[in-house]
Structure formats: structure tokens, C-alpha cells
């Protein structure tokens, strides 16, 4: 896949601001659009270009050529009619990726349904991470992979310190693969049979949620 250069936010609410500075700090060309000018007005540090307008309006999309951008990220939050009628539009108007934000689950559905590549529930995405960081004292990071599997960042039972991967049998007794170690803020992807694990480590295992959840409680 090439890299995206060039991104569309739509909605400089406190969700498309924080997508704006993150594409902003990973050196991408952000066009930042919302209705409100105090909204534009707060981007404009971050931001590559920033325009006021409706994004409801197909000649005011149209003028913004929307088929240049990599990527198009519709953050509009609680007007959800507005958030659907732009993820259209934008598809009508050739844009090659539309990521955009639901605000209800029930949202999903209708924005897939009319041009959405992607659908992101914020709410919905940070409660199950909190969940799963809450189920377990050893958990201290989760990333979802999609259906039952996720990479999870765990601290190493007392039982394996001092001990290699190869006489743990990792695999077949707690149902995980290794994928690094975390040692404070070094992380060592260089795992062999021989590798040996030490005190206060933390681990990157990808398992099934509930096998990992049952197995490091």
C-alpha cells in the first residue's frame, strides 16, 4: 500500500483536532475543513491548509478536489445527518478512502452503507479497551486485531523469570505467541528458543482474548 501524504479532516471537533495534529506530527499534508470559524482558527498551527465551509455543500467539496487526497476522514460528531451526507458526497466526488466517525453504533451501519471505507467508534473502541485493561492486573496494553485476536501487553509471571522460551513451551501451555520484550523502554523483537526472561519485563503476546485473560489474570 503507498503511503498516505495528503489527508481531509472534516470537523475540527476535539476528535478531528487530535487527528489533525497526529497526521501533523507524522509529517502529512492536512486540509482541516469545519463550518465554525473558531474551529479553523484553533488548527491553524498544525495544519497545511484549513478552509471554512459547509461540508454538506457539493460545490464547496467539489472545490477542495477531493480525488487529490489520500485519505478522507469525516470527524463530524453529534450532527450525524450532516456526517452522512458529506461520507456520500465525497464518494460521489471520487475520494479514493473515507474513514468516518460514528457516534452511535446504530451510525455504523448507515455511513458503510453509504460510501464509508472504514467506520470508527470512538467511544465504543476506548470502553472495550478499558475492559480488557481492567479484567487483568497483568495487562497493560491491548490492541484489537479483529475477530477473537489481539497483541497484548503483559507483565512476565514470576514463574518464567530466569527461564528460556524454549523450556516454557509458551505456545502450547498458555496458548500465545511472542512477539517482543519490553525492557522499560527498549523493545527486543529478536526472539529466539534461547531468549531468557528477566524481572519487571513486559511482554507483546498475540492469543485469543479470552485464552490470554484466563491464562494471565
Not at 18 to 24: C, F
Not at 34 to 42: L, S
Not at 106 to 124: M, Q, S, T, W
Not at 175 to 186: F, M, Y
Request: proline content about 1%.
Amino acid at each position: 500500500m503507498d503511503t498516505v501524504k495528503s489527508v481531509l479532516i472534516i470537523g475540527m471537533g476535539r476528535f478531528g483536532r487530535h487527528a489533525a495534529r497526529k497526521m501533523s506530527e507524522l509529517h502529512r499534508q492536512v486540509m482541516a475543513v469545519d463550518k465554525d470559524e473558531r474551529c479553523i482558527n484553533a488548527v491553524l498551527d498544525y495544519v497545511t491548509y484549513a478552509q471554512l465551509g459547509d461540508s454538506t455543500d457539493e460545490q464547496f467539496l467539489r472545490s477542495l478536489g477531493i480525488s487529490n487526497f489520500d485519505v478522507c476522514i469525516v470527524a463530524i460528531g453529534d450532527d450525524f445527518q450532516s456526517s452522512l451526507e458529506t461520507t456520500c458526497l465525497l464518494k460521489e466526488l471520487g475520494a479514493r478512502r473515507v474513514v468516518a466517525r460514528a457516534s452511535r453504533e446504530r451510525h455504523e451501519k448507515f455511513l458503510l452503507r453509504n460510501g464509508a471505507d472504514e467506520v470508527i467508534y470512538p467511544e465504543k473502541q476506548v470502553a472495550e479497551w478499558t475492559a480488557i485493561r481492567a479484567a487483568s492486573e497483568r495487562v497493560f496494553d491491548y490492541f484489537a486485531l479483529g475477530g477473537d485476536y489481539a497483541i497484548f501487553e503483559l507483565s512476565v509471571p514470576e514463574e518464567w523469570v530466569g527461564k528460556n522460551l524454549s523450556s516454557l513451551d509458551i505456545r502450547r501451555k498458555y496458548g500465545v505467541n511472542i512477539l517482543a520484550i519490553k525492557q522499560g523502554e527498549d523493545l527486543n523483537m529478536t526472539i529466539t528458543p534461547d531468549t531468557v526472561f528477566s524481572a519487571g519485563d513486559k511482554i507483546l503476546a498475540l492469543g485469543k482474548n479470552d485464552e490470554v485473560l484466563k491464562r494471565f489474570r
